[in-house]
């Protein structure tokens, strides 16, 4: 059973640019949430998508938008980046949106905004 | 909005005891599920332990177990025989059981607390 991977591991990128993160969901599982760990903080729930469409959204500004593919695998899409977008980004899947499906998470994507 | 709140950011014990990590939420909900995570230094996120609202008897996972107080809305984990491999930060988590609205399959974390545990 492969688990949940995200890519890149790490990033670089410049203030105002745009950014896209990638994750493939553990087999089988057809929900997808992301969120954003600032260094030293819990993550903050930014959306999940259940079968190619968003169903959740957290308190992130329009910037922030995603995609999910037909496969579940998923993609964070970050426009006009700011100092502030650098942190862990974190993506989880889950087998349906109901609230007793346990989360697996990736590794995380580690984004830096110089 | 739910808040969850940990008061410890560091704790430390020797290998072979036992540590207790605390944790406290709020909400004005009646149906909802608590969690404890662990995330080592590889940055996954590992599930712990899960308990139910519903439920009053307290959760347990072979040496991790959970003392949740429900009308103190309150949740702590705790920690047997600790090793060396439980180092880590631990965050507590909160969902709320209610299907739809914006938030939904929102996880809401903790600030974590630092795990050392020494040998």
């Known amino acids: 059973e492969t688990g949940v991977t995200q890519s890149p591991t790490h990033l670089i990128k410049t203030r105002g640019q745009q950014v896209t993160l990638r994750c493939s969901s553990q087999?089988?599982?057809?929900?997808v949430s992301w969120y954003q760990q600032a260094l030293g903080q819990g993550p903050q729930f930014i959306f999940q998508?259940?079968?190619?469409?968003?169903?959740g959204r957290g308190n992130f500004p329009p910037r922030f938008s995603g995609l999910q593919f037909p496969n579940y695998s998923s993609e964070l899409n970050v426009n006009a980046l700011e100092l502030d977008d650098s942190a862990l980004y974190l993506c989880?899947?889950?087998?349906?949106?109901?609230?007793?499906?346990?989360?697996?998470f990736g590794n995380g994507t580690r984004l830096t905004v110089t | 909005a739910q808040t969850v709140t940990q008061s410890q950011p560091e704790m430390s014990v020797q290998e072979a005891e036992t540590v207790t990590l605390s944790c406290t939420y709020d909400?004005?909900?009646?149906?909802?599920?608590l969690f404890w995570y662990k995330q080592p230094p590889s940055r996954q996120m590992i599930l712990v332990i899960r308990?139910?609202?519903?439920?009053?008897q307290n959760a347990t996972e072979n040496r991790f177990s959970v003392n949740f107080q429900k009308a103190a809305k309150s949740f702590s984990l705790k920690i047997s025989d600790s090793q060396l491999g439980d180092a880590a930060m631990y965050f507590c988590?909160?969902?709320?059981?209610?299907?739809?609205?914006?938030?939904?399959?929102?996880?809401?974390f903790g600030q974590g607390t630092i795990l050392t545990v020494h040998p």
């Open positions: 989880a899947s889950s087998l349906a949106t109901g609230v007793n499906s346990p989360l697996h």
């Open positions: 087999s089988g599982h057809n929900t």
């Open positions: 909400t004005s909900e009646s149906d909802y599920y």
């Open positions: 998508y259940y079968r190619e469409e968003e169903n």
């Open positions: 988590a909160y969902r709320s059981a209610l299907a739809g609205g914006t938030s939904y399959g929102k996880l809401t």
């Open positions: 308990q139910e609202a519903y439920k009053q």
